[in-house]
């Protein structure tokens, strides 16, 4: 157990060193932080922080450095989340603004939290488990050439552009395309492939060949909806804290390109639309990302949780990050529960 007074030192080496990326010593956190107290007063602190691991020694520096563990006693419980400015606010009401579809609102999403945090943003996706066929829409683009436009009712929109071996007929396009949305609007996306299967046999016999592409075209593009992915955006934020991998970018680039890995790790994180949590250093060890920490949220899509965060090296501004992702989380729920 460390003093009250030593974890307010260990709160000022966590944002000394983040600030400067400097070795922090008894000297500069007298000379910066009101403590009353004496230089020799304070190393005795530190002496104490780094008795319990919380505060190293890089080298041969007097100074020192927060460790993983001292950082996730900074976060548990020193690291008050600082409100965003009333400038910040009005930048995510405005960048995000009424989304035309729920593509478009999460990559402006990934791309607002990247600039509000220069870290790295990661937004999954909400379940398809609760989503419903809203419309199918089938578009002649030439003789032989069709878009296929599946929307749910979570505003999801999914389009495929297919060339068939058929010559399209504008009636036998406007037959399928009654035929499929009167078999599949309203249906959950999990029962939806049933019900296209039996399409083919409810169109006039010389019309079925086109049936069939398109239904396989519509299973496949439900299946897509179905699985969990992830938009990102930022990840040349990366470059700017290079020096703070020591193992280098590569193996960090190489673990978030891995989607499994990335949602994965997201799904060990205990998230609601309410909480924020983070995860440091050694603690993403088993994918490969024990140089970076991962501060993330949960926001609301139609009764579900789906996740958003931040990724970025373990010297990070915790608090500033916090408070972005929850505010952008927040505002993503209100925006989803509008539209």
Known sequence: MVSERSLEVLKAIVRDYVASREPVGSKT???RHAFGVSAAT?????AQLEDEQLIAAPHTSSGRVPTDKGYRVFVDHLAGARPLSSAQRHAIETFLGAPNDLDEVLGRTVRLLSQLTNQVALVQYPSMVRARVQHIELVRLGDAR???VLITDT?????R????DVVLDEVALT???TVVNGATVGLLLQDVSAALRAVPQQIRPDAQPLAGVVVATLIEQVAANRQDRLVMAGAANLAKSEQDFSGGLFPVLEAIEEQVTLLRLFGEMQIDDVA???RIGVENAEYGLDATSIVAGGYLARGEVARLGVLGPTRMDYGTNMAAVRAVARYLSKLLGEH
């Open 29 to 31: 956190i007298v000379e």
């Open 155 to 159: 505003a999801r929109v999914e389009q």
């Open 161 to 164: 552009v297919v060339e068939t």
């Open 42 to 46: 304070i190393r005795n602190d530190m």
């Open 146 to 148: 069709l878009m296929v």
């Open 175 to 177: 037959e399928l395309r």
């Open 276 to 278: 924020v949590a983070a």
